[in-house]
């Protein structure tokens, strides 16, 4: 089985540029998450989907950032306009019933100049 | 709410040393546990996992046992490689419909040859 998959692996682009990272989760998975890790904030959660229904952005840090699921198998994580602090790993999860274990894509990572 | 605290890193041992990372969680319901492992560059993955109390996870010759009275899952490993080297997250899901998960926050073993 293919696990998560997330494009591209890295992206370098300047201030105020947006960026768009994308996500395929495992076939029959019905969560999809997306998360952001950092050395000084370490893994934060930014928002949930159940189904392809946002359950929880709260984890969000701005207007600048938002997240689509317009289907089961495909998911995408914008930032406009993207900002240097953005710098970090993303990382998109998926998973069935929360008591089952998430399976992580191997991330993004993004520098922003 | 759910929580997960977890061992303050960061652990250096030498080769063959034997490991404790401590955790212990705060849950309403009956969570399922996981410990999640991630080597540098890479995404999170599944190391082990128990679904009920007294129920022992095991893989790699990691160990985690299920200890609701002590509301505890302490991960174990009886001789450390330098391969072990990586970061290491406690975690629980709750069986609900969404799926999200609560991380501890992370503690980063070394291994020296």
């Known amino acids: 089985d293919a696990g998560v998959i997330q494009s591209p692996r890295h992206e370098v682009t300047e201030m105020g540029q947006e960026v768009t990272l994308r996500c395929k989760p495992i076939?029959?998975?019905?969560?999809l998450f997306w998360y952001r890790q950092t050395m000084m904030r370490g893994l934060e959660l930014l928002i949930y989907f159940n189904n392809n229904v946002p359950i929880d952005d709260s984890g969000m840090p701005e207007d600048r950032f938002s997240a689509k699921m317009p289907n089961a198998s495909f998911s995408t994580l914008k930032i406009q306009p993207s900002e240097p602090r953005d710098s970090a790993v993303y990382f998109c999860?998926?998973?069935?019933?929360?008591?089952?274990?998430?399976?992580f894509g191997d991330g993004t990572r993004l520098s922003i100049l | 709410g759910n929580s997960v605290t977890q061992m303050e890193g960061p652990v250096t041992l030498s080769e063959e040393a034997f490991l404790t990372i401590n955790c212990t969680y705060t849950?309403?319901?009956?969570?399922?546990l996981f410990w999640y492992v991630q080597y540098p560059g890479e995404g999170l993955q599944l190391l082990l996992k128990a679904t009920k109390a007294d129920d022992k996870g095991s893989n790699k010759g990691f160990e985690a046992t299920y200890r609701k009275e002590t509301t505890s899952f302490h991960l174990e490993k009886g001789s450390v490689q330098v391969s072990d080297s990586a970061v290491y997250f406690c975690a629980l899901g709750v069986n609900t419909n969404a799926g999200k998960s609560t991380f501890g926050d992370g503690t980063t073993l070394t291994v020296k040859p």
């Open positions: 999860a998926s998973s069935n019933t929360g008591d089952q274990p998430q399976h």
């Open positions: 076939s029959g998975h019905n969560s």
């Open positions: 849950a309403t319901g009956y969570p399922s």
